[in-house]
Protein backbone atom coordinates (compact mmCIF):
# COMPACT_ATOMS: atom_id res chain seq x y z
CA UNK A 1 0.00 0.00 0.00
CA UNK A 2 1.23 3.32 -0.67
CA UNK A 3 -0.33 5.60 1.64
CA UNK A 4 1.78 6.39 4.52
CA UNK A 5 4.80 4.02 2.93
CA UNK A 6 7.95 4.93 1.30
CA UNK A 7 9.13 3.64 -2.33
CA UNK A 8 12.76 3.01 -2.14
CA UNK A 9 12.62 0.43 -5.01
CA UNK A 10 10.16 -0.20 -7.60
CA UNK A 11 8.70 -3.17 -5.99
CA UNK A 12 7.56 -0.94 -3.09
CA UNK A 13 4.46 -0.41 -5.71
CA UNK A 14 2.30 -3.22 -6.60
CA UNK A 15 0.72 -3.56 -10.24
CA UNK A 16 -2.94 -2.85 -9.14
CA UNK A 17 -1.76 0.14 -7.31
CA UNK A 18 0.29 1.12 -10.42
CA UNK A 19 -3.08 1.10 -12.31
CA UNK A 20 -4.93 3.09 -9.76
CA UNK A 21 -1.94 6.05 -9.54
CA UNK A 22 -1.95 5.66 -13.74
CA UNK A 23 -5.69 6.86 -13.73
CA UNK A 24 -5.16 9.31 -11.04
CA UNK A 25 -2.10 10.59 -12.96
CA UNK A 26 -4.59 11.10 -16.57
CA UNK A 27 -7.37 13.25 -13.91
CA UNK A 28 -4.61 15.30 -12.64
CA UNK A 29 -2.86 15.71 -16.58
CA UNK A 30 -6.53 16.90 -17.49
CA UNK A 31 -6.88 19.39 -14.66
CA UNK A 32 -3.60 20.81 -15.13
CA UNK A 33 -4.27 21.27 -18.78
CA UNK A 34 -7.57 22.90 -17.81
CA UNK A 35 -6.00 25.30 -15.49
CA UNK A 36 -7.75 24.09 -12.45
CA UNK A 37 -6.58 24.52 -9.13
CA UNK A 38 -5.84 21.80 -7.09
CA UNK A 39 -5.37 22.43 -2.94
CA UNK A 40 -5.34 18.54 -1.86
CA UNK A 41 -2.34 18.35 -0.24
CA UNK A 42 -2.50 22.18 1.15
CA UNK A 43 -0.64 22.57 4.72
CA UNK A 44 1.46 19.30 3.85
CA UNK A 45 5.75 20.07 2.87
CA UNK A 46 7.76 17.53 1.02
CA UNK A 47 11.71 18.25 1.67
CA UNK A 48 14.30 17.29 -1.72
CA UNK A 49 17.68 15.98 -1.10
CA UNK A 50 19.18 16.38 -4.41
CA UNK A 51 23.44 15.23 -3.31
CA UNK A 52 24.18 14.43 -7.34
CA UNK A 53 22.80 16.94 -10.14
CA UNK A 54 19.14 16.69 -11.38
CA UNK A 55 17.05 18.88 -13.25
CA UNK A 56 13.74 16.85 -14.26
CA UNK A 57 13.23 14.70 -11.00
CA UNK A 58 13.96 17.95 -8.76
CA UNK A 59 11.89 20.13 -10.86
CA UNK A 60 9.09 17.88 -11.54
CA UNK A 61 8.54 17.06 -8.00
CA UNK A 62 8.90 20.58 -6.48
CA UNK A 63 6.49 21.54 -9.38
CA UNK A 64 4.15 18.39 -8.78
CA UNK A 65 4.17 19.38 -5.11
CA UNK A 66 2.94 23.12 -5.65
CA UNK A 67 0.26 22.07 -8.43
CA UNK A 68 -0.79 20.12 -4.96
CA UNK A 69 -1.28 23.11 -3.32
CA UNK A 70 1.79 21.46 -0.98
CA UNK A 71 5.01 23.34 0.03
CA UNK A 72 8.80 22.38 -0.92
CA UNK A 73 12.08 22.82 1.17
CA UNK A 74 15.37 21.84 -0.42
CA UNK A 75 19.20 21.22 0.24
CA UNK A 76 21.00 20.74 -2.70
CA UNK A 77 24.74 19.74 -2.26
CA UNK A 78 26.27 18.95 -5.38
CA UNK A 79 30.04 17.58 -3.49
CA UNK A 80 28.50 14.35 -2.05
CA UNK A 81 30.88 13.52 -0.05
CA UNK A 82 30.12 14.92 3.38
CA UNK A 83 27.06 12.72 3.12
CA UNK A 84 28.73 10.00 1.60
CA UNK A 85 29.24 8.36 5.09
CA UNK A 86 25.66 6.45 6.44
CA UNK A 87 25.94 8.07 9.58
CA UNK A 88 25.83 11.60 8.38
CA UNK A 89 22.49 10.23 6.13
CA UNK A 90 20.42 9.05 8.95
CA UNK A 91 21.03 11.96 11.18
CA UNK A 92 19.99 14.50 8.16
CA UNK A 93 16.95 12.49 7.34
CA UNK A 94 16.28 12.36 11.31
CA UNK A 95 16.05 15.94 10.99
CA UNK A 96 14.24 16.54 7.55
CA UNK A 97 11.39 13.90 8.90
CA UNK A 98 10.56 16.47 11.65
CA UNK A 99 10.72 19.41 9.23
CA UNK A 100 8.42 18.02 6.63
CA UNK A 101 5.73 15.37 5.97
CA UNK A 102 7.66 13.45 2.89
CA UNK A 103 11.03 13.18 1.49
CA UNK A 104 12.11 13.38 -1.63
CA UNK A 105 16.42 11.75 -2.01
CA UNK A 106 18.66 11.32 -4.53
CA UNK A 107 22.34 10.11 -3.83
CA UNK A 108 25.34 9.04 -5.52
CA UNK A 109 25.19 6.09 -2.77
CA UNK A 110 23.46 2.28 -3.77
CA UNK A 111 20.76 1.91 -1.36
CA UNK A 112 20.87 5.63 0.38
CA UNK A 113 17.32 5.74 -0.15
CA UNK A 114 16.63 2.55 1.78
CA UNK A 115 19.36 3.48 4.13
CA UNK A 116 17.09 6.91 4.91
CA UNK A 117 14.21 4.68 5.42
CA UNK A 118 15.44 3.19 8.08
CA UNK A 119 15.77 6.33 10.00
CA UNK A 120 12.76 8.51 8.72
CA UNK A 121 9.08 8.58 10.00
CA UNK A 122 8.35 10.04 7.20
CA UNK A 123 7.79 8.42 3.61
CA UNK A 124 11.14 8.23 1.60
CA UNK A 125 11.05 8.57 -2.00
CA UNK A 126 14.37 7.27 -3.84
CA UNK A 127 14.85 9.97 -6.80
CA UNK A 128 17.88 7.53 -7.51
CA UNK A 129 20.25 5.95 -5.72
CA UNK A 130 23.97 5.30 -7.38
CA UNK A 131 23.45 2.60 -9.89
CA UNK A 132 20.60 0.74 -8.12
CA UNK A 133 17.29 2.38 -9.09
CA UNK A 134 15.19 5.14 -9.63
CA UNK A 135 11.12 4.38 -9.03
CA UNK A 136 9.86 7.28 -10.09
CA UNK A 137 11.36 7.15 -12.93
CA UNK A 138 9.83 3.88 -13.78
CA UNK A 139 6.68 4.58 -13.04
CA UNK A 140 7.10 7.82 -15.81
CA UNK A 141 8.13 5.31 -17.90
CA UNK A 142 5.23 2.67 -17.71
CA UNK A 143 3.05 5.50 -18.14
CA UNK A 144 4.23 6.75 -21.26
CA UNK A 145 4.12 3.34 -23.02
CA UNK A 146 0.79 2.89 -21.41
CA UNK A 147 -0.16 6.00 -23.04
CA UNK A 148 2.05 6.35 -26.25
CA UNK A 149 1.13 2.27 -27.28
CA UNK A 150 -2.45 1.78 -25.63
CA UNK A 151 -1.04 -0.56 -23.44
CA UNK A 152 1.85 -2.28 -21.84
CA UNK A 153 1.01 -5.98 -22.33
CA UNK A 154 2.53 -7.98 -25.49
CA UNK A 155 5.02 -5.58 -26.33
CA UNK A 156 9.11 -5.68 -27.74
CA UNK A 157 10.60 -3.25 -25.47
CA UNK A 158 14.10 -3.11 -26.21
CA UNK A 159 16.99 -1.72 -24.04
CA UNK A 160 20.02 0.35 -25.42
CA UNK A 161 23.08 1.82 -23.94
CA UNK A 162 24.31 1.83 -20.34
CA UNK A 163 22.60 -1.22 -18.77
CA UNK A 164 25.16 -1.62 -16.26
CA UNK A 165 25.27 1.56 -14.32
CA UNK A 166 21.86 2.74 -15.84
CA UNK A 167 19.27 2.93 -12.39
CA UNK A 168 16.18 3.65 -14.43
CA UNK A 169 16.85 0.82 -16.78
CA UNK A 170 16.83 -1.75 -13.70
CA UNK A 171 13.96 -0.07 -11.80
CA UNK A 172 12.33 -0.12 -15.16
CA UNK A 173 13.08 -4.10 -15.98
CA UNK A 174 11.99 -5.28 -12.91
CA UNK A 175 8.99 -3.46 -13.03
CA UNK A 176 8.67 -5.01 -17.17
CA UNK A 177 8.83 -8.49 -15.47
CA UNK A 178 5.33 -8.56 -14.38
CA UNK A 179 4.00 -7.77 -17.71
CA UNK A 180 3.50 -10.34 -20.79
CA UNK A 181 6.60 -8.70 -22.69
CA UNK A 182 9.82 -9.32 -24.58
CA UNK A 183 12.83 -7.54 -23.70
CA UNK A 184 15.80 -6.72 -25.63
CA UNK A 185 18.99 -5.74 -23.92
CA UNK A 186 21.43 -4.19 -26.46
CA UNK A 187 24.71 -3.12 -24.68
CA UNK A 188 28.34 -3.33 -25.45
CA UNK A 189 29.52 -6.57 -23.37
CA UNK A 190 31.31 -4.15 -20.26
CA UNK A 191 27.77 -2.48 -20.01
CA UNK A 192 25.43 -5.39 -19.53
CA UNK A 193 22.72 -5.45 -17.16
CA UNK A 194 23.87 -6.97 -13.79
CA UNK A 195 23.55 -10.48 -12.73
CA UNK A 196 21.86 -9.77 -9.72
CA UNK A 197 18.92 -7.95 -11.55
CA UNK A 198 18.65 -10.66 -14.54
CA UNK A 199 18.38 -13.54 -11.61
CA UNK A 200 15.48 -11.48 -10.29
CA UNK A 201 13.70 -11.06 -14.18
CA UNK A 202 14.56 -13.90 -16.79
CA UNK A 203 12.16 -16.90 -14.98
CA UNK A 204 8.87 -14.73 -15.66
CA UNK A 205 10.00 -12.79 -19.32
CA UNK A 206 11.59 -13.39 -22.30
CA UNK A 207 14.94 -11.49 -22.76
CA UNK A 208 17.67 -11.34 -25.68
CA UNK A 209 20.88 -10.28 -24.77
CA UNK A 210 22.70 -8.61 -27.71
CA UNK A 211 25.52 -6.68 -28.87
CA UNK A 212 23.68 -5.62 -32.30
CA UNK A 213 20.92 -2.91 -32.50
CA UNK A 214 20.12 -3.98 -36.08
CA UNK A 215 19.34 -7.58 -34.47
CA UNK A 216 16.12 -6.09 -32.96
CA UNK A 217 15.65 -2.62 -34.07
CA UNK A 218 12.88 -3.65 -36.55
CA UNK A 219 10.75 -5.72 -34.16
CA UNK A 220 11.22 -3.11 -31.07
CA UNK A 221 7.79 -1.15 -30.40
CA UNK A 222 9.62 0.57 -27.68
CA UNK A 223 13.78 1.89 -28.28
CA UNK A 224 14.32 2.95 -24.65
CA UNK A 225 17.91 4.89 -25.31
CA UNK A 226 19.98 5.57 -21.95
CA UNK A 227 23.25 7.46 -21.55
CA UNK A 228 26.19 6.01 -20.62
CA UNK A 229 26.49 7.10 -16.76
CA UNK A 230 29.83 8.60 -16.54
CA UNK A 231 30.18 9.56 -13.57
CA UNK A 232 29.83 5.96 -12.60
CA UNK A 233 32.93 5.13 -13.95
CA UNK A 234 36.25 4.34 -12.09
CA UNK A 235 38.42 3.84 -14.92
CA UNK A 236 38.53 6.52 -17.41
CA UNK A 237 40.00 3.80 -20.19
CA UNK A 238 37.10 1.86 -19.32
CA UNK A 239 34.72 4.98 -19.96
CA UNK A 240 36.36 5.63 -23.60
CA UNK A 241 36.31 2.34 -24.80
CA UNK A 242 32.45 2.39 -24.85
CA UNK A 243 31.67 6.51 -25.34
CA UNK A 244 29.28 6.53 -28.97
CA UNK A 245 29.10 2.75 -28.49
CA UNK A 246 25.30 3.65 -30.07
CA UNK A 247 24.22 6.74 -31.96
CA UNK A 248 20.52 6.56 -32.63
CA UNK A 249 19.90 9.02 -36.09
CA UNK A 250 17.76 9.17 -38.54
CA UNK A 251 18.90 6.43 -40.44
CA UNK A 252 18.33 3.58 -37.68
CA UNK A 253 14.91 5.39 -36.79
CA UNK A 254 14.01 4.25 -40.69
CA UNK A 255 14.56 0.90 -39.46
CA UNK A 256 12.18 0.91 -37.23
CA UNK A 257 8.04 0.41 -36.91
CA UNK A 258 5.44 3.10 -38.34
CA UNK A 259 3.81 2.96 -34.47
CA UNK A 260 7.16 2.25 -32.50
CA UNK A 261 8.22 5.08 -30.07
CA UNK A 262 11.91 6.33 -28.80
CA UNK A 263 11.91 6.83 -25.41
CA UNK A 264 14.84 8.36 -23.25
CA UNK A 265 14.97 9.19 -19.62
CA UNK A 266 17.44 12.50 -20.41
CA UNK A 267 19.25 14.33 -20.47
CA UNK A 268 21.27 13.09 -23.14
CA UNK A 269 24.67 13.65 -24.37
CA UNK A 270 25.17 12.15 -28.05
CA UNK A 271 23.29 9.01 -28.08
CA UNK A 272 20.29 9.82 -29.89
CA UNK A 273 21.33 12.95 -32.79
CA UNK A 274 18.62 15.86 -32.52
CA UNK A 275 17.47 15.35 -35.94
CA UNK A 276 15.62 12.59 -34.61
CA UNK A 277 13.50 14.92 -32.59
CA UNK A 278 10.98 15.93 -35.35
CA UNK A 279 10.20 12.26 -36.17
CA UNK A 280 6.78 11.61 -34.47
CA UNK A 281 7.68 8.72 -32.80
CA UNK A 282 10.42 10.41 -30.58
CA UNK A 283 8.52 10.64 -27.67
CA UNK A 284 10.86 11.14 -24.67
CA UNK A 285 10.14 15.08 -24.51
CA UNK A 286 6.65 13.71 -23.53
CA UNK A 287 7.70 10.90 -21.31
CA UNK A 288 9.56 14.09 -19.22
CA UNK A 289 6.42 15.61 -19.32
CA UNK A 290 4.17 12.93 -18.22
CA UNK A 291 6.43 13.29 -15.02
CA UNK A 292 4.33 15.71 -13.63
CA UNK A 293 1.29 13.97 -13.75
CA UNK A 294 2.79 11.00 -11.98
CA UNK A 295 4.21 12.74 -9.26
CA UNK A 296 1.61 14.29 -8.32
CA UNK A 297 -0.70 11.09 -8.44
CA UNK A 298 2.18 9.37 -5.90
CA UNK A 299 2.62 12.00 -3.85
CA UNK A 300 -1.00 12.28 -3.49
CA UNK A 301 -1.93 8.50 -2.90
CA UNK A 302 1.42 8.64 -0.36
CA UNK A 303 0.14 11.27 1.53
CA UNK A 304 -3.77 10.70 1.20
CA UNK A 305 -4.65 13.71 -0.38
CA UNK A 306 -8.06 13.44 -2.32
C1 LIG B 1 18.38 9.64 -15.13
C2 LIG B 1 19.02 9.42 -13.77
O1 LIG B 1 19.28 10.38 -13.04
O2 LIG B 1 19.24 8.25 -13.49
N1 LIG B 1 17.89 10.94 -15.30
C3 LIG B 1 16.64 11.26 -14.85
O3 LIG B 1 16.34 11.17 -13.69
N2 LIG B 1 15.74 11.62 -15.77
C4 LIG B 1 19.20 9.19 -16.27
C5 LIG B 1 20.59 9.74 -16.46
O4 LIG B 1 21.09 10.53 -15.66
O5 LIG B 1 21.20 9.36 -17.47
Redesign the pocket.
Known sequence: MLKGNSVVSISDIGKDEMFELFKLADSYSRSVEQGQKIDSLHGSIMATFFY?P?T??RLSFESAMHRLGGSVISVSEAKSSSVAKGETLADTVRMAASYSDIIVIRHPMDGAAKLARKFSSKPIINA?DGSGQ?PT?TLLDLYTIRKELSGIDGKEITMLGDLRY???VHSLLLALSEFDVRINLVSPPLLRVPQHILDQVSSRIRIRVTENLNDVISESDVLYV??I?KERFTDETEYNSVIGSYIVNSEIASTMKKNSIIMH???RVNEISPEVDADPRAAYFRQAANGIPVRMALLSMILGGK
Open positions: ESRTGHQGRTTRQPLP
